[in-house]
């Protein structure tokens, strides 16, 4: 049976094209969806090298986990049983599956495995191994984001070539999304991950040379399962500085540029049509208010911060007008999104006088935030939206190690934050630490919240009702004001064609560079 392709990328900034289920059962016969590949008008180049500028270095010990760090090597070497797709969180794009059959109560998937898949080492790929890596992605010191669904499923291995996971709740809302963030790994090597002395999966690549905090290349494998890519090699180098990216790009030493900033990334792609934008999935930018001490104890000033915000000013002058401002966290291509919806709108007046009713003029609030530009621009424009109202206003920018720790504590007090834009409701408030009920870096909890949160986990496909009412539940105590929804643009040279991304990174399957 062929392996299935995701769509390439196109030359708009775009997501992922969505895909189809059909029925209980998807069979990977082929992709379902096939787009022209993006890119230049010349021919490819077969065992050509893809050069790859990222603002973060690789972390191997995380690639059970979602992040920028290896979002363009990772699954090159290493493959899910399926992918998921941005514009529908409910589908899937069988890879290391060859079918995955949903029951009528939705609570149990039985997935045939492809025959013949090796990995890197020459070892046949079984279901043993699909349920040690669940059960390793589940355990307590996993990096995995997904974990806590994980930990609520039963894996069980069924057949050779078979497993079967039962669940305490409906699978479709989860399935698609957390497969794809769950790539299969070798027992017998995964211990090389921790200092990256081993990396070995079932994917088309293996890396040939990896040095920490400098950057890793992948090499084409001779004896891969499936199709042979078309790109040789895959060299990702760390570049930290975005004028430093740019410079490469216009030199030609790299072909695509990911972490520069989005200034950067539209004022060089509006000044030379030989490169373009590029998005695999949108990131959420939230304020998260403590509703436990200081002015944002009190509802009236959590409702009139929200209100004082200009989210329209920070999409142009922050995000150059590609964002969205709805106010929303769900993402807009989940079936349960609650279109009748929205979050507060700008009243800087109203604003006012509700600090005034709490007696709150000249309160401090303090934000803490992950120390990146993006988001200290945001933060400009947030303060002298909230001093314009009355209220004092404090900074605490952090590295990402330090915000990370006092976050996991639930000790960063109100904070700016920025989340990927992944999966349907149902996902999101099971993985999300600004949403889910354990290990939640908010500090906001309540028995209505919780009800309300385990009412869309249960309710499956049928979820919209119960999303609609978590939401205004939401919207009510502004503990959480979701500022703009914007896409995490690359740049791409015009020679790059077929890059495909998933929820859990970038694959190669059709990608090529021309001449």
Request: with cysteine.
């Amino acid at each position: 049976m062929s392996q299935t392709r995701l769509a390439p990328v196109s030359r708009a900034l775009v997501g992922i094209a969505a895909l189809v289920l059909a029925g209980g059962s998807l069979t990977a016969c082929a992709s379902a969806v096939q787009q022209e590949a993006s890119g230049g008008s010349g021919e490819c180049v077969d065992g050509g090298t893809l050069t790859i500028a990222n603002a973060q270095a690789p972390i191997p010990e995380r690639v059970l986990a979602q992040g920028a760090a290896n979002q363009w090597w990772a699954r090159g070497v290493f493959e899910p049983l399926a992918y998921g797709t941005a514009e529908d969180p409910t589908a899937l794009d069988l890879v290391l599956a060859s079918d995955i059959s949903l029951s009528d109560d939705d609570l149990t998937a039985v997935i045939t495995l492809n025959e013949g898949v090796t990995f890197s080492t020459g070892r046949d790929m079984t279901a043993d191994d699909v349920v040690w890596t669940f059960e390793t992605a589940a355990s307590e010191t996993s990096p995995s984001d997904v974990k806590a669904i994980l930990a609520t499923w039963d894996i069980e291995k069924t057949g050779d070539l078979e497993v079967t996971i039962t669940g305490q709740n409906p699978l479709t809302p989860v399935l698609a999304s957390t497969l794809d963030l769950t790539p299969i790994v070798d027992s017998e090597t995964y211990d090389g991950l921790l200092d990256g002395s081993q990396m070995i999966g079932t994917g088309p690549y293996v890396v040939s040379d990896y040095t920490a905090g400098a950057g890793i290349t992948l090499e084409r494998r001779d004896d891969y399962w499936g199709e042979e890519p078309s790109l040789a090699t895959v060299q990702v180098d760390t570049i930290a500085d975005s004028t430093a990216q740019i410079s490469a790009l216009r030199s030609g030493s790299t072909a695509i540029a990911s972490g520069l900033t989005i200034q950067d990334a539209t004022t060089l792609v509006d000044g030379d049509d030989s490169f373009s934008l590029s998005s695999g999935a949108d990131a959420v930018f939230p304020l998260v208010i403590d509703t436990t001490k200081g002015a944002g104890a009190d509802v009236k000033v959590r409702q009139a911060i929200a209100m004082a915000i200009d989210r329209d000013r920070i999409n142009e002058q922050v995000f150059s007008g590609l964002g969205d401002t709805d106010g929303l966290y769900w993402s807009p291509s989940s079936p349960d999104y609650p279109t009748d919806q929205a979050g507060f709108t700008y009243d800087p007046d109203a604003a006012s006088a509700l600090v005034k009713e709490a007696g709150a003029e000249g309160e401090t609030v303090t934000i803490t935030y992950l120390n990146i530009p993006t988001l200290a621009a945001e933060y400009q424009i947030i303060a002298n939206n909230l001093e314009a109202i009355g209220l004092t206003v404090k900074a605490t920018p952090l590295a990402g190690p330090d915000f990370q720790a006092r976050a996991a504590e639930q000790a960063a007090g109100n904070y700016l934050i920025l989340r990927g834009s992944n999966g349907g409701t149902a996902f999101m408030l099971q993985t999300n630490a600004d949403l889910r009920l354990a290990g939640a870096h908010r500090v906001f909890d309540t028995p209505e919240y919780e009800k309300l949160v385990n009412a869309v986990i249960a309710a499956g496909e049928d979820s919209a009702e119960a999303t609609a009412a978590l939401t205004e539940y939401m919207n009510e105590q502004a503990f959480l004001d979701v500022l703009v929804t914007a896409p995490f643009p690359s740049v791409v040279d015009s020679s790059v064609q077929g890059i495909a991304y998933s929820l859990g990174g970038t694959n190669y399957y059709d990608a090529c560079v021309t001449q």
